[in-house]
């Protein structure tokens, strides 16, 4: 049974295409195309829906955003292992909202004759390969493969794929390194410019200063946390006079 679930599977990958390419302008159907989030992260709670459109700033109230996306399946062990590395880069960028790191994940064992597959919330806990903390940023549903026939790289598990700021496919892929996954998510920002970069103090990145930030910054300075976006006078530690320059900055 098992051998037969995975053959049909394939088979399915193999009839199916990812009908975009490199260039290529997601379209505004795609974009709201919607999953439901199996592992929260990215602000998303379990079960609430995800979309494309979220990160568009024409759809979102102007907020711009890059995106790399990977797509998963739970039958296939060498995922475990970049899933791991995608998760550890995304660190790299916790200081920036608006670089987006989400995976679609496929996981169905749809004759539940499989005790292998791990389950979504199960791979949202893989162990990063240096860090402690979990491993994805956000986890989406992807049973349908409505993400897999859009972005998959020649049929291939794992496929990754690089949305601009305009919702332009940047770059597709597959097995490509922390090298490559940086330097694509590099020209995307470069492209983005100043629209991409984060706003010193808008550590909740709703494009605004406000009393929210200096309540998570009040948070971080009594938890001795460290963010650099809440760093005001970029000294290399939070306290307050990054409190009072923020107040500062708001009232003016």
Request: aromatic share 12%; net charge negative; charged share 15%.
């Amino acid at each position: 049974m098992k051998i037969s679930t995975i053959i049909l599977i394939l088979s399915s990958f193999i009839l199916s295409q990812g009908y975009y390419s490199e260039g290529d302008i997601v379209s505004q159907e795609d974009q709201f195309y919607s999953v439901p989030t199996c592992f929260a992260g990215n602000g998303y709670n379990l079960n609430e829906n995800w979309k494309l459109a979220d990160w568009n700033a024409d759809y979102n109230g102007g907020s711009y955003n890059v995106i790399f996306m990977d797509i998963q399946a739970g039958w296939c062990p060498p995922c475990v292992g970049w899933t791991e590395l995608y998760g550890q880069i995304h660190y790299d960028y916790a200081d920036n909202n608006h670089v987006k790191f989400i995976t679609a994940l496929f996981d169905e064992d749809s004759e539940e004759d499989n005790d292998d597959w791990p389950t979504c919330s199960q791979w949202g806990q893989l162990p990063g390969n240096s860090i402690d903390n979990l491993v994805s940023a956000q986890i989406v549903d992807d049973n349908n493969l409505g993400l897999f026939n859009m972005f998959n790289s020649e049929n291939a598990i794992p496929s990754t794929v690089w949305l601009g700021h305009d919702m332009k496919v940047h770059k597709l892929g597959n097995n490509l390194g922390q090298w490559h996954i940086n330097y694509y998510i590099g020209q995307m920002l470069e492209l983005c410019g100043s629209l991409c970069a984060p706003v010193l103090g808008d550590v909740d990145d709703d494009g605004s200063l406000n009393i929210v930030d200096i309540v998570i910054i009040v948070d971080l300075v009594i938890n001795n946390s460290y963010l650099s976006n809440a760093d005001a006078n970029e000294d290399g530690y939070l306290d307050i006079l990054d409190i009072l320059i923020l107040v500062d900055t708001i009232l003016n």
